[in-house]
T-cell receptor, first 112, second 115 residues
């Protein structure tokens, strides 16, 4: 079983839609949770990170963590074609905070 | 305010040759991480280094792979006697580091192709 599971999609939505991206994890030691965005043939770009459970909002993006169910979510409001990318969830904690464990990534396409 | 720099961006090697990938962290960052991304797979952690120290190499293959981060100069990921299965994108990230979690910022990657 992978420590972080993510539905690879692909996910296709119309412009303006609310996008919900989700991951689950199995390692109870994880305390830090991140979302990265990766455009084709580029490096991952950090979008959000949260510590433990709770919500965090930044512009059109909201990250949620529910440690009781080991569930991580990213919501994108008013999605734009420029949001089309692969979204990677990641987690860290336990004995090595330096090691990020990534999900497989979800491919998102926002069509005009 | 340069970000993480990696070179070369593309590297082609024949089986059995050596590949050297370089990473310069962001200004003010003293912690470096290497990840590998195979086709159709997510990013996999390889190694975590500070200046002159390997902190965590739990993701490094036991043979042919090594990494260093010298006192002066960039971090180097070295792959000896490359095989076709080493073809992947290799990403470097850096952070300020010290203790606990620190945000990791990624470079553009080096795409290694083994012929």
């Amino acid at each position: 079983q992978k420590e972080v599971e993510q539905d690879p999609g692909p996910l296709s939505v119309p412009e303006g839609a609310i996008v919900s991206l989700n991951c689950t994890y199995s390692n109870s030691a994880f305390q830090y949770f991140m979302w990265y965005r990766q455009y084709s043939r580029k490096g991952p770009e950090l979008l959000m990170y949260t510590y433990s459970s709770g919500n965090k909002e930044d512009g059109r993006f909201t990250a949620q963590v529910d440690k009781s169910s080991k569930y991580i979510s990213l919501f994108i409001r008013d999605s734009q074609p420029s949001d089309s990318a692969t979204y990677l969830c990641a987690a860290a904690g336990g004995t090595s905070y330096g090691k990020l464990t990534f999900g497989q990534g979800t491919i998102l396409t926002v069509h005009p | 305010n340069a970000g993480v720099m990696q070179n070369p961006r593309h590297l082609v090697r024949r089986r059995g040759q050596e590949a050297r990938l370089r990473c310069s962290p962001m200004k003010g960052h003293s912690h470096v991480y290497w990840y590998r991304q195979l086709p159709e797979e997510g990013l996999k952690f390889m190694v975590y280094l500070q200046k002159e120290n390997i902190i965590d190499e739990s993701g490094m293959p036991k043979e042919r792979f090594s990494a260093e981060f010298p006192k002066e100069g960039p971090s180097i990921l070295r792959i000896q006697q490359v095989v076709r299965g080493d073809s992947a994108a290799y990403f470097c990230a850096s952070s300020r580091g010290a203790s606990g979690y620190n945000e990791q910022f990624f470079g553009p990657g080096t795409r290694l192709t083994v012929l």
